[in-house]
């Protein structure tokens, strides 16, 4: 530390770019600055405000300088060095093969709609990035319809010697064989062109004129034809767009992050007052400020920028840099124009920004926290039922019956807060004693006792109030075992009638209070899907159970085989049921033999 502690005291008061250097000479991070000594120095003084910068300085063991003219020129260098090295506690962006892009190669004679995958420099035109690859192609069908334009790709078009099914049924103006000039068609694909680029409100006036004329010439059937394509169209524009209150460009961008460094940027796209498209950013390594982030993200995502990715005039941001004059300067000498990086105070705009930290935060909590929940899950059950250690493996029991008669019970198994389904089981307990306590007493009795039990799972979740868990209780001490037990009853109203609006109950054995898991935290949820996966296994095995047994019962009488089996229980729907009727009923509904008739209603008499 003592060489690094030397150059930080002659660091130059002068823009420039700093670079973090590991112990083996790596390139940690990159940064830039209009002071590089205020910049660096503030990395080692004071405690950091994020984990990630937290971390990045336990492994810097050497800073670089580079001296630069400007802040501008710092910033370019910046660009430059970030490129080449690619830094892991700088932010990366990658292709994300999740969002598509729709092509569109305008040097054809005619063109085609292609969704593509990457964006490359080819001078075509790109429209998106789309998150909802469905909806995308929906949209597509939509336009190449109502438009009638080409499909087909390649050698199969230019190939073509007659036209296609398509063109028979009306959905393609077969350019392959000059059905239609390129002029006309070129009209069709550039309001196509409008429409899916959030720009189709001349298009729908157009329409709607073509109808009225249509409707005043008694041309009835093409105004029907353009009024199903203006209630399509018109649906493709509402559920592309957000109305933005002007009719301006601009990028938002919205941050989120958490303590321990991870951070999502989530940009909105506004193309001529409307909403067109949103993509969030996550960045699980960024070592540098928060205040940065929107300005590293802006350097990256414009850096090799083709034509239809150039910087709107207006950016939204949280809050500036250092450098925004010269992220500013640099952003403008891409597009062309001067292109302002704006923090709002008041109006639509913070709306709007308010609308891209809302989807920040929302994809930060769905996609890098429900990453890591039944870690959550686990470690608050050690907090909140004080366990000694990791509950690691959650077994949870659960009684199914309809009747006295057919009685079965779930055991379902969570390792590490997922599903174990190899490990589930299921019991009979049709003689056991008939009540819900001592029917879970015998199934805690057979899954601790006997020669080949299996190891003891680290928390068993019984379905039940208090009652449940003290017949469990008296089991396990009966048995020497020691496993550590919570019962969960369901929210219950004053009349003690269920209701779900009453959140559920946790109790442990030698507590007198319910435990204090709130409703959605993720110990809760945990517990409540054990409590839910064992219920629906119950269910499942008791609807198997009792299928089987009603199937054997009919098929053991002399003339019933599995078709008329089937057929009694469709028109009566059960054994119980069946069992009243009389041969003449038998033989009208299910249309049985009459002796046959007769046998089954002999061999039901135990069932009136």
Known sequence: MGLLEDKLKVLPDHPGVYLMLAGDGQILYIGKANSLRKRVRSYFSGRPDRAKTALLLTRVCDVEVILAGSEIEALLLENNLIKKHRPPFNIELKDDKNYPYVRLDRSQTFPRFEVVRRRRADGARYFGPFPAVGALRTTLGILNKHFRLRRCRGERFVNRVRPCLNYQINLCAAPCCEKVSPVEYRRSITSAALILGGRGRPVLKSLERRMQKAAEGLDFEVAAGLRDSLADLKLVLETQTIDAGRDEDLDVLGVASRLDGASVLYLLTIRRGNVVGGRPFSFFEYGGRREELPGAFLQRHYGDAGEGDRPPPTIVVP????????????????????????VPGRGRRLQLLRLAQKNAEDYLVRQIDGEDFPGQALRELIKVCKFKGLPEVIEGVDISNLSEDCVVASLVCFRGGQASKSEYRHYRLDGVAPDDFARMAEVVRRRFSGENCRPHPDLLLLDGGR????????????????????AVAKGRDQQGRKDHQVPDRFYQPGRKDALSLTPRSPGARLLQQVRDEAHRFAINYHRLVRKRERETVLVEIEGIGKKRALRLLQVFGSVEKIAPATPEELVVKARLPFPVACKVCEFLQQYR
């Open 319 to 342: 809050e500036h840099g250092e450098a925004v004059a010269a992220l500013e300067s640099w952003l403008s000498r891409i597009r062309g124009h001067r292109v302002e990086l704006l």
């Open 467 to 486: 009652p449940q868990l003290e017949a469990v209780s008296r089991v396990l001490r009966e048995l020497d075992i020691e496993v550590p037990l919570v």
